[in-house]
């Protein structure tokens, strides 16, 4: 299976016509993919953006028309009714066919427990409630007048009546064994994040390899996601600096478990500065970054979304489709 590159739209940094502008200047170099973060809230309250992904994608397939586009990721859970997602990507599945795929997880607080003032359980019932989210978004994509009664979701007698001629794909995030299960099973997709070490890799594909055999499914047609994150520029010095705007990815689980306001998560990734490069392919060599990335491939990752921190990041942008596009596609194409 050929592998694809493609784009991370940062809807946490930038806004929505920003934003569109950077997905635009992706494909148009050559980037094939758009995926897009789905936050109520910034990892910073100064300077951070939360556009609405709901219309901010139908703008994208419109703006964007030979490019695949899709959530990473959406959580179905709280502040959405899985009724109501699935509903607006069959919609996007009607102006786009074939071009929209659907991501989802099982959510932060800083995102859920602020538009809702509800309570944010545990992992397990978040991952409960995705499963089950899961199941009901492709019985409405498939069938009509469903009476849904599960554990935390019910329809009755609901009906989407605009549905695209072919399948949208459902890819499950997964960071750990459990929610990888799940992906196996469940999900037409995995997606993971980089930079966690290659312990975590190995347990995770591992397990979704179990699920799907579980499931009586071949773990093969399971579509392999990585969000890679890449800090290219020219001067190395300013490849590690402009990773400093995601300081919150170098935050433990520990550090950032609980938080759900804009300003503590600033505060708490302002203390993790020094460390934001941690999580990124540094690198000033185009060959650097086909070096780092090499490892996930081998892996059997086959979409790779590269996520560039820089706040210019038109200006990195630039520089990455012209300098390590080409490198890449030369030694994985």
């Known amino acids: 299976m050929a592998i694809t590159f493609g784009y991370k739209a940062s809807a946490e940094q930038f806004g929505p016509r920003e934003l569109l502008a950077l997905s635009s200047q992706a494909t148009d170099g050559g980037l094939e993919t758009i995926a897009v973060s789905d936050h109520f809230q910034p990892w910073r ?5 939360a556009p609405s992904v709901f219309p901010w994608l139908g703008a994208l397939v ?3 028309p ?3 586009v899709g959530t990473s990721v959406l959580t179905p859970t709280f502040r959405y009714h899985p009724s109501v997602v699935a509903q607006v990507f069959a919609t996007l599945g009607c102006l786009a066919p074939g071009r929209v795929w659907l991501g989802v997880g099982t959510g932060e607080s800083l995102n859920e427990t602020p538009a809702t003032a509800g309570d944010f359980p545990g992992v397990k019932e978040r991952r409960m409630r995705l499963a089950e989210a899961v199941r009901l978004i492709r019985r409405l994509w498939t069938e009509e007048r469903v009476d849904f009664d599960g554990e935390y979701y019910r329809t009755v007698k609901a009906t989407i009546y605009d549905r695209p001629g072919q399948p949208i794909p459902i890819h499950i995030a ?3 064994p459990l929610a990888a299960k799940l992906a196996g099973r469940a999900g037409d997709g995995m997606i993971v994040t980089s930079g966690k070490g290659e312990e975590l890799y190995t347990t995770l594909l591992g397990a979704m390899t179990e699920g799907a055999e579980a499931a009586g499914r071949d773990p093969e047609s399971i579509d ?3 969000e890679v994150k890449v800090a290219y520029d020219r001067d190395l010095q300013t490849a590690k600096d402009s990773c400093r705007p995601w300081a919150a990815l170098a935050l433990t689980g520990e550090e950032k478990a609980g938080i759900e306001d804009a300003l503590k998560m600033q505060e708490a990734a302002e203390s993790a500065a020094d ?3 941690t999580r990124f392919i540094v690198a000033d060599d185009p060959q650097a970054v086909v070096d780092g990335v090499r490892f996930y491939a081998e892996l059997g990752f086959r979409q790779l979304v590269f996520h560039l921190p ?3 990041q038109a ?3 630039a520089a990455f489709t012209a300098d390590v596009l080409p490198a890449l596609r030369a030694e994985f194409s």
């Open 224 to 226: 392999r996601i990585i």
């Open 62 to 64: 419109t703006a964007s």
């Open 66 to 68: 030979n490019a695949t």
């Open 275 to 277: 460390r934001a490069h």
């Open 45 to 49: 309250h100064d300077g951070g953006h």
């Open 310 to 312: 820089s706040d210019d």
């Open 174 to 176: 997964a960071g750990g």
């Open 315 to 317: 200006s990195q942008l």
